[in-house]
């Protein structure tokens, strides 16, 4: 099969390579999946799960991306809750072989039934954006009705759906990001906008709950804005400021089969739009993640026609 692998954690982008891999195999309570579509996070190339195992030894070649939509094409052994021939979509373990590849080998509990409405492309943007803001909203951050949330990034993959996701929920949001993004955050549901290239981020005054996806001193200034009892959970790492009157959590997204029912089901009836930057074919897909223009959405790469 063809699968996107890197070897040298050095190269950067420049080191990954379309090559020929053998078709995995499921083993115990896994499934094979036939890949239709699958989203990539470039800094995916700076995670150590890319390179070693969880003994930390060395994995190279990897195969990249981790999330995924296609169909179930065998069980292994021990194996329920889905069949073969069956739509899935979802998020692949962080040490194994990932997703820009024909088949992947997963564990059957990291996959949801993936409607037949809705495109295996929009499948693959959910996993890593949806559950990363479903975590993070209502996880960790406990988000009411009422409250008023910072979201920094609101014009990105995971931003979009934090601010489409609180809303929903009845905050007020606070999008942020550059000059360009303005529009599109308010367009997916922002009830205002701060450009963090011109606008005092101090001015938003006191919120609730701080959704970082930036880290440093924008993540640092966001701490001083939470108002007592408040939370802000970062995707960054450890946080390095800590609410004077609140809290602060980092988190890693795990996969929830419910969770993913969830997003997908509200992308079914209109509450939720996905947002995709560019998609590429798996053969275009190293000369995409090269590329130096920027796209605000999702990278997906279209591994079957």
Known sequence: MKAIVVTDQAAGEAGMKLVQRPEPRAAINDVLVQVHAAGFVNTELEWPSTWADRAFRDRTPSILGHELAGVVTALGYGTTGLSIGQRVFGLADWHRDGTLAEHVAMEARNLAPLPGDVDFTVGASLPISGLTAWQGLFQHGRLQAG??????????????????????????????????????????????????????????????????????????????????????????????????????????????????????HRVRDGRLRTNIGIVATLDDAVATFNSKERHSGKTIIRVRP
């Open 147 to 264: 409250q008023s949330v910072l979201a920094h990034g609101a014009a990105g993959a995971v931003g979009s759906m934090v601010t489409q996701l609180a809303r929903e929920a009845g905050a007020y949001v606070i999008g942020t990001g550059r000059t360009a993004d303005r529009q599109k955050a308010l367009d997916f549901g922002a009830n205002e906008f701060v450009d963090l290239e011109n606008d005092a981020l101090e001015d938003v005054g006191g919120v609730d709950l701080v959704f970082d996806v930036i880290g440093g001193d924008i993540q640092k200034r966001s701490a001083a804005l939470i108002r007592a009892g408040g939370t802000l959970v970062t995707v960054i790492g450890p946080a390095g400021a800590t609410p004077v009157n609140g809290m602060a959590i980092d988190f890693v997204v795990d996969t929830d089969r419910a969770q993913l029912s969830e997003i997908v």
